[in-house]
């Protein structure tokens, strides 16, 4: 399953992950319009993602072989 598919299903409205100067950086999932466009959004192309949806932050962590990248979720 896609990942932007997957959360906009799950009813999240915004992405928010700090960028490598330590920036907020904001996405509205309804902005994008394909995964490829998300996963560009991010900057990491993800070889596996965990998904925490109990946790007091709702978050996924998008990892690749060399660094993981915390993305908070919001609705």
Known sequence: MELLTFLVEEKYSRISFKNAH???????????????????????????????????????ICSDKLQSLTCYLSR
């Open 22 to 60: 330590n920036q907020d950086v904001v996405g509205e999932l309804l902005h994008f319009k394909t995964n490829g466009d998300l996963i560009e959004f991010i900057g990491l192309k993800p070889t596996g993602i965990a998904y925490f949806p109990m946790e007091l932050r709702p978050h996924i």
